[in-house]
């Protein structure tokens, strides 16, 4: 299969991706186009760097779509795959030297922190909460070691870097109303948290109503774990903020706006002094 005929099935799979109705030929789609770009990189020579990536992405697309369709513990295995693949996508790009905060590195590293997030998250719908929290603390490490201090990073790093941390406050906040611990549980969530919000302020991009959503549920996030650690003036802040975030954004901000719904009702209750000692154990978790 030559290289124009792979992008051409590349692009059929992945539009067949964005329907329900389709996913069943997306999934036939994405089997062919994998063994399509594994083939060309096993290929005579030096493989060239657009198919290991474009392996990389159908790898990830196909474990995402495994995932939507309820086989997460299916999708763990391409989902693996493309960490490996991104990997090494991102050590060839790095050895070749430029800015971190510059496309072709910013971009080769921001896709491998993806591709780690979203396999934690497969790997919390197959049932593995422990084997998420090592993928994202992997993720947040990554981040770290290649690009140093987030701010120094380039735009899409610093916007996976930001979901990564989101993504962590999530699963140690799910891990201490699950199996609550002593208060060090919630203060790590609530540093990730703090840390994904200062990320994502700073990528606030009115071109980008994206980035509003993605503020507001941080905040959502953020306020829990401040309630969590007793620090319910910052919450209260914390809580505003969000509000101002979803009164804006409308119907669209409804995931956000029933995370900042439990944070009140949390911080009501606290304030009433009517949470007993495992009150934290009574509010569940939307992921």
């Not at 507001?216 to 309630?227: E, K």
């Not at 956000?256 to 719904?261: E, G, H, I, N």
Request: proline share 5%; aromatic share 6%; charged share 25%.
């Amino acid at each position: 299969m030559g290289p124009d005929e792979r992008r051409r099935l590349f692009e059929q799979a992945r539009e067949r991706s964005t329907r329900q109705e389709t996913w069943a030929e997306a999934d036939r789609l994405w089997t062919r186009v994998i063994e399509a770009y594994r083939e060309a990189v096993r290929g005579p020579g030096r493989a060239a760097r657009e198919d290991q990536q474009q392996l990389a992405r159908a790898l990830w697309r196909h474990s995402m779509l495994l995932s939507a369709r309820g086989r997460a513990t299916d999708a763990m295995a391409p989902g693996g795959e493309a960490v490996v693949v991104f990997e090494r996508v991102y050590d060839a790009v790095a050895a070749e030297g430029g800015s971190i905060a510059a496309a072709p590195r910013d971009d080769a590293l921001a896709e491998l922190i993806t591709a780690l997030v979203d396999l934690a998250e497969v790997s919390f719908a197959a049932g593995q909460p422990a084997t998420r929290r090592d993928l994202l603390e992997r993720a947040v490490t990554v981040g770290l070691t290649s690009a140093g201090s987030p701010p120094s990073a380039g735009p899409r790093t610093r916007e996976a870097m930001g979901t990564a941390y989101h993504n962590q406050a999530v699963a140690l906040l799910h891990r201490h109303l699950t199996r609550p611990s002593p208060t060090e549980g919630a203060q790590e969530a609530a540093l990730a948290a703090s840390r994904a919000c200062e990320l994502r302020q700073g990528l606030l991009d009115m071109a980008r109503p994206l980035s509003f959503w993605e503020m507001a549920n941080t905040y959502g996030v953020y306020a829990q774990c401040l309630i969590l650690i007793g620090d319910l003036d910052r919450a209260a802040m914390v809580l505003s903020m969000g509000n101002r975030f979803v009164e804006t954004l409308g119907p669209a901000a409804a995931e956000p706006a029933q995370k900042l719904r439990v944070a009140a009702e949390m911080l009501a209750r606290e304030k009433g002094g009517s949470r007993g000692a495992a009150g934290s154990r009574r509010w569940g978790w939307r992921r």
